[in-house]
């Protein structure tokens, strides 16, 4: 078994070791737990952190981590993150939950509930932890304002701003924000290509990478207070986003001329949403509304131009165009008690739509172009789906809760263009769970889900990746993969307000997504066999009084998984395309009153995409370090600084080549590429009024 994997076995076995020490030797002072079985942390334990934003005291709730959510989900309920906000989702999809919760002041904040996803509706069924925020109902105008600026190792300023307003009248809240985010950075590096197995040299290039991404977006947001038979939202966005790389390439092949190359890729994003949901009695419970569309507008524009001496001697020009279009409609009846149950049961169709374009082109030496016809770089694809749903829970006496779910969905899937496709899919997905707290202190779950995972519209286009000089393959018969998962986690709060959680899971995929090749001899997304997954992730979060070091606080998360599936070439097991065997996090903060500093680091192993003719490796970057310091001049003032890599540790990857594909085990080439960005200085300073 590889080293890494050895290490994630260890981190394992020690938390198991770790749990038990604590569990029996450790005081336990948990956090109120109320009749539902959420525990509540009143504003004033986080007190001590000093937060100036609801963000600073989401990030500091024991054993929690935030989980966004995903604006590339199609529907509505499947993209969920783990907050509500007073007991609602935000019906963004497209806002962030950290700038949401970034915009709201830590002043309005009253309390803090966390508890298992069953508990605040359909869309959190089987996750293990939801935060419900609950703000104050006092009026008036409160609002952040946020200036940043980095440096880089070569000492150029990227600033950015923010600024949004709350203001509360009577049962309505109005938000409001606008902002400009931007970063840039500047990389340096190198792509060693030698053959194999003599080593020789069959390329050196020398490259420097200047990237930067900005965005500039308003938001706004209306409330309606109300409880779980009414209320009101509505919110919209308007954004405008670009992303920008130049590269310089110096090329020393071992045989021909030596070339100045220039690459140059240029995306630009528009977008729009406008979403909103009200709640209405209707036969002793609520009944929500909720609508959403999203409008999205990509171009991409990447060029590559091959010179000797500055001269032009050929390359290659893609140009993408893609159109997103989304209408979600989505209907929840919830009411608190029947026969003892709480029920929930609703309805949602969503219209999905993907217009895509590729011009593929090859430049001559005198710049005249010829376009390169890829199997399918014009199509429409279209999708219509519904899904209907049901969910069910009740306590088992006091320390015990059941909630059971069944949800059937339907679609018609349609791909116009270049090909055409169309398929119906149906599929039900049952799912349970049992929360129980044997005695004080305890918390455990157990969960089994059958899951369907949605397909990536983009998988369905053919283009190429001019940085790394090759095509993907599009395939329109792709199918989404589903899995049947088995789910358990144990909690114990220790030390006080320390948390340790151990969860383990498995999973049996059948249609695994991963990589399969073309009848044009391409690779593409496709659908292998069954798998499986098996995971063991453990967390502790603790507070360091107890060892003597006032203010401190230790977390660490480590995960350990092992993923099997049949490859299509080799005809041998191997791990899914892109999983690593283990990761750790490790986070050092302390608290001293005005001031608070601390140190992170991130270590993840490689990750291997195995394609028709190579693998492509990621390799981990360790140690990556992450250090910040932070003055609080005022309850309403934050001057922070971070260092970002602080051990200016370069990103590695390793590509492997096969000739003609990966069922010859020996390969013909071995490219290794180096990128660093070196450390990077952030200086912000963010200010809350009212």
Same mark, same amino acid.
């Given at each position: 078994?590889?080293?890494?994997?050895?290490?994630?076995?260890?981190?394992?076995?020690?938390?198991?070791?770790?749990? &038990?020490?604590?569990?029996?030797?450790?005081? @336990?002072?948990?956090?109120? @737990?109320?009749?539902?079985?959420?525990?509540?942390? &009143?504003?004033?334990?986080? &007190?001590?952190?000093?937060?100036?934003?609801?963000?600073?005291?989401?990030?500091?709730?024991?054993?929690?981590?935030?989980? /966004?959510?995903?604006?590339?989900?199609?529907?509505?309920?499947?993209? &969920?993150?783990?907050?509500?906000?007073?007991?609602?989702?935000?019906?963004?999809?497209?806002?962030?939950?950290?700038?949401?919760?970034?915009?709201?002041?830590?002043?309005?904040?009253?309390?803090?509930?966390?508890?298992?996803?069953?508990?605040?509706?359909?869309?959190?069924?089987?996750?293990?932890?939801?935060?419900?925020?609950?703000?104050?109902?006092?009026?008036?105008?409160?609002?952040?304002?946020?200036?940043?600026?980095?440096?880089?190792?070569?000492?150029?300023?990227?600033?950015?701003?923010?600024? $949004?307003?709350?203001?509360?009248?009577?049962?309505?809240?109005?938000?409001?924000?606008?902002?400009?985010?931007?970063?840039?950075?500047?990389?340096?590096?190198?792509?060693?290509?030698?053959?194999?197995?003599?080593?020789?040299?069959?390329?050196?290039?020398?490259?420097?990478?200047?990237?930067?991404?900005?965005?500039?977006?308003?938001?706004?947001?209306?409330?309606?207070?109300?409880?779980?038979?009414?209320?009101?939202?509505?919110?919209?966005?308007?954004?405008?986003?670009?992303?920008?790389?130049?590269?310089?390439?110096?090329?020393?092949?071992?045989?021909?001329?030596?070339?100045?190359?220039?690459?140059?890729?240029?995306?630009?994003?528009?977008?729009?949403?406008?979403?909103?949901?009200?709640?209405?009695?209707?036969?002793?419970?609520?009944?929500?509304?909720?609508?959403?569309?999203?409008?999205?507008?990509?171009?991409?524009?990447?060029?590559?131009?091959?010179?000797?001496?500055?001269?032009?001697?050929?390359?290659?020009?893609?140009?993408?165009?893609?159109?997103?279009?989304?209408?979600?409609?989505?209907?929840?009846?919830?009411?608190? /008690?029947?026969?003892?149950? $709480?029920?929930?049961?609703?309805?949602?169709?969503?219209?999905?739509?993907?217009?895509?374009?590729?011009?593929?082109?090859?430049? +001559?030496?005198?710049?005249?172009?010829?376009?390169?016809?890829?199997?399918?770089?014009?199509?429409?694809?279209?999708?219509?789906?519904?899904?209907?749903?049901?969910?069910?829970?009740?306590?088992?006496?006091?320390?015990?809760?059941?909630?059971?779910?069944?949800?059937?969905?339907?679609?018609?899937?349609?791909?116009?263009?270049?090909?055409?496709?169309?398929?119906?899919?149906?599929?039900?997905?049952?799912?349970? $769970?049992?929360?129980?707290?044997?005695?004080?202190?305890?918390?455990?779950?157990?969960?089994?889900?059958?899951?369907?995972?949605?397909?990536?519209?983009?998988?369905?286009?053919?283009?190429?990746?001019?940085?790394?000089?090759?095509?993907?393959?599009?395939?329109?018969?792709?199918?989404?993969?589903?899995?049947?998962?088995?789910?358990?986690?144990?909690?114990?709060?220790?030390?006080?307000?320390?948390?340790?959680?151990?969860?383990?899971?498995?999973?049996?995929?059948?249609?695994?997504?991963?990589?399969?090749?073309?009848?044009?001899?391409?690779?593409?997304?496709?659908?292998?066999?069954?798998?499986?997954?098996?995971?063991?992730?453990?967390?502790?979060?603790?507070?360091?009084?107890?060892?003597?070091?006032?203010?401190?606080?230790?977390?660490?998360?480590?995960?350990?998984?092992?993923?099997?599936?049949?490859?299509?070439?080799?005809?041998?097991?191997?791990?899914?395309?892109?999983?690593?065997?283990?990761?750790?996090? @490790?986070?050092?903060?302390?608290?001293?009153?005005?001031?608070?500093?601390?140190?992170?680091?991130?270590?993840?192993?490689?990750?291997?995409?195995?394609?028709?003719?190579?693998?492509?490796?990621?390799?981990?970057?360790?140690?990556?370090?992450?250090?910040?310091?932070?003055?609080?001049?005022?309850?309403?003032?934050?001057?922070?600084?971070?260092?970002?890599?602080?051990?200016? @540790?370069?990103?590695?990857?390793?590509?492997?080549?096969?000739?003609?594909?990966?069922?010859?085990?020996?390969?013909?080439?071995?490219?290794?590429?180096?990128?660093?960005?070196?450390?990077?200085?952030?200086?912000?300073?963010?200010?809350?009024? +009212?």
């Amino acid at each position: 078994m590889a080293h890494t994997t050895r290490s994630g076995i260890a981190l394992t076995c020690g938390s198991f070791v770790t749990l &038990a020490a604590l569990s029996i030797a450790s005081p @336990v002072d948990a956090q109120e @737990v109320d009749a539902n079985g959420r525990t509540v942390y &009143a504003v004033g334990f986080f &007190a001590g952190f000093a937060p100036s934003s609801a963000l600073d005291i989401v990030e500091r709730i024991p054993g929690f981590s935030l989980q /966004d959510t995903d604006e590339d989900v199609r529907g509505f309920g499947q993209a &969920a993150g783990n907050l509500v906000i007073n007991g609602s989702r935000p019906s963004a999809k497209s806002d962030s939950l950290q700038t949401i919760l970034g915009r709201i002041p830590a002043s309005r904040v009253l309390r803090v509930e966390i508890g298992p996803g069953d508990l605040f509706g359909a869309e959190f069924s089987g996750k293990n932890q939801v935060v419900n925020l609950v703000l104050a109902d006092g009026g008036g105008v409160a609002g952040t304002v946020t200036i940043r600026t980095s440096v880089d190792h070569d000492g150029r300023l990227t600033p950015e701003a923010s600024g $949004s307003a709350l203001i509360r009248r009577g049962p309505s809240t109005f938000n409001v924000a606008i902002g400009y985010d931007n970063e840039r950075q500047l990389e340096e590096g190198s792509d060693t290509i030698t053959a194999f197995p003599s080593g020789r040299l069959i390329e050196y290039r020398r490259k420097v990478n200047d990237i930067e991404e900005r965005e500039a977006y308003l938001t706004g947001s209306w409330e309606l207070a109300g409880d779980e038979t009414s209320g009101a939202h509505a919110n919209f966005r308007l954004a405008r986003g670009w992303f920008d790389l130049d590269q310089s390439n110096d090329v020393f092949p071992s045989v021909g001329a030596v070339r100045d190359d220039l690459l140059f890729q240029n995306r630009r994003r528009t977008l729009f949403e406008l979403g909103g949901d009200v709640t209405r009695p209707l036969a002793g419970g609520g009944l929500k509304l909720i609508g959403l569309i999203t409008r999205q507008r990509i171009t991409n524009e990447d060029d590559v131009a091959l010179r000797v001496r500055s001269a032009l001697v050929g390359g290659f020009t893609q140009a993408i165009v893609y159109q997103r279009e989304e209408s979600v409609l989505r209907a929840v009846w919830s009411r608190r /008690d029947v026969a003892g149950w $709480s029920v929930e049961a609703g309805v949602e169709g969503a219209l999905n739509q993907l217009d895509s374009d590729v011009t593929f082109e090859e430049i +001559g030496q005198n710049g005249g172009r010829t376009r390169i016809d890829l199997p399918i770089d014009q199509a429409v694809v279209t999708e219509h789906r519904g899904e209907v749903f049901a969910n069910a829970g009740r306590s088992l006496g006091d320390r015990m809760r059941l909630d059971v779910g069944l949800t059937y969905e339907a679609s018609r899937l349609t791909v116009r263009g270049d090909v055409r496709s169309e398929r119906s899919l149906s599929f039900l997905k049952p799912k349970a $769970s049992l929360d129980w707290r044997p005695a004080t202190g305890w918390h455990l779950q157990l969960a089994a889900t059958r899951t369907v995972a949605q397909l990536n519209f983009e998988d369905f286009i053919s283009f190429a990746e001019l940085t790394n000089e090759r095509v993907n393959g599009g395939n329109a018969d792709l199918l989404p993969q589903r899995a049947w998962e088995l789910r358990g986690s144990v909690e114990r709060t220790v030390w006080g307000d320390g948390k340790l959680r151990l969860e383990g899971g498995y999973q049996h995929i059948s249609l695994l997504q991963d990589r399969v090749p073309t009848p044009e001899g391409f690779d593409a997304p496709g659908n292998l066999g069954s798998g499986t997954l098996l995971f063991v992730k453990a967390v502790a979060d603790l507070p360091l009084a107890p060892v003597g070091i006032n203010g401190g606080r230790l977390t660490v998360n480590g995960t350990l998984q092992d993923s099997s599936v049949i490859d299509p070439y080799t005809r041998e097991a191997r791990p899914f395309s892109g999983y690593g065997s283990w990761n750790l996090n @490790v986070e050092f903060r302390q608290d001293l009153g005005k001031f608070a500093w601390g140190l992170a680091y991130y270590a993840q192993p490689a990750g291997t995409f195995f394609r028709r003719n190579e693998e492509d490796r990621f390799n981990g970057r360790e140690p990556y370090l992450v250090a910040f310091a932070e003055w609080r001049p005022t309850r309403q003032t934050t001057l922070s600084l971070s260092l970002d890599n602080l051990a200016d @540790v370069p990103a590695t990857r390793t590509r492997t080549f096969f000739a003609p594909d990966r069922s010859t085990l020996v390969p013909t080439a071995i490219e290794f590429r180096e990128r660093n960005k070196h450390v990077t200085a952030t200086l912000t300073l963010r200010h809350n009024f +009212g």
